[in-house]
């Protein structure tokens, strides 16, 4: 694969559905210069049994000449696109979290890693956690099972930024433990 990423500096685009009480937002970062191909970050907030919203993000490779869809969630999956243009990938999933958690508004949420002891995707997911504390939401991290790490959302009655989230480093130093 040949990732080429389309990330403008200045600008973002981002399609929102919403299809009952399940939202997606999503936007293209890039193109295959290869092969007919097309790559999107979407993010998902869907009610699970039990009532809760999961939060959940992947990128989606859409195949141009056979019209199929690749969903990707694991970040291991990901490797094609080049570190240096990353961090503006990163950006675009945070700013898609901000728009759907602000436009769907749930009362509680979580979010799982997909991967187990992977220490990127737990700063991918530390990152997003503070999100949505900017926009009101207690965030407790449960410690990990089976590798995986667990966060939960709540709305705060004032609305207020809470630092229950722990940093990248901190979770990092538990791992060791």
Same mark, same amino acid.
């Given at each position: 694969?040949?990732?080429?990423?389309?990330?403008?500096?200045?600008?973002?685009?981002?399609?929102? +559905?919403?299809? @009952?009480?399940?939202?997606?937002?999503?936007?293209?970062?890039?193109?295959?210069?290869?092969f007919?191909?097309?790559?999107?970050?979407?993010? +998902?907030?869907?009610v699970?049994?039990? @009532?809760?919203?999961?939060?959940? !993000?992947?990128?989606?490779?859409?195949n141009?000449?056979?019209?199929?869809?690749?969903?990707?969630?694991?970040?291991?999956?990901?490797?094609?696109?080049?570190?240096?243009?990353?961090?503006?990938?990163?950006?675009?999933?945070?700013?898609?979290?901000?728009?759907?958690?602000?436009?769907a508004?749930?009362?509680?949420?979580?979010?799982?890693?997909?991967?187990?002891?992977?220490p990127?995707?737990?700063?991918?997911?530390?990152?997003?956690?503070?999100? !949505?504390?900017?926009?009101?939401?207690?965030?407790?991290?449960?410690?990990?099972? $089976? @590798?995986?790490?667990v966060?939960?959302?709540?709305?705060? $009655?004032?609305?207020?930024? !809470?630092?229950?989230?722990?940093?990248?480093?901190?979770?990092?130093?538990?791992?060791? $433990?």
């Amino acid at each position: 694969m040949a990732f080429v990423c389309s990330l403008l500096e200045d600008e973002d685009f981002a399609e929102l +559905f919403r299809e @009952g009480n399940s939202f997606m937002a999503k936007s293209v970062v890039g193109y295959d210069d290869v092969f007919p191909l097309m790559y999107y970050i979407a993010v +998902f907030l869907d009610v699970v049994p039990g @009532g809760l919203y999961e939060l959940r !993000c992947c990128v989606e490779v859409y195949n141009g000449e056979t019209e199929d869809w690749q969903y990707l969630w694991s970040g291991a999956e990901t490797s094609f696109i080049s570190k240096d243009v990353r961090p503006r990938v990163l950006d675009c999933l945070l700013g898609l979290v901000q728009q759907i958690v602000s436009r769907a508004s749930p009362k509680e949420m979580f979010m799982c890693t997909s991967d187990a002891n992977i220490p990127k995707a737990t700063r991918k997911h530390v990152l997003v956690a503070k999100i !949505c504390e900017e926009l009101g939401y207690h965030v407790r991290v449960a410690d990990q099972y $089976e @590798g995986q790490r667990v966060w939960h959302m709540e709305q705060t $009655e004032q609305r207020s930024r !809470c630092s229950s989230v722990p940093t990248a480093e901190e979770v990092a130093a538990r791992q060791e $433990e």
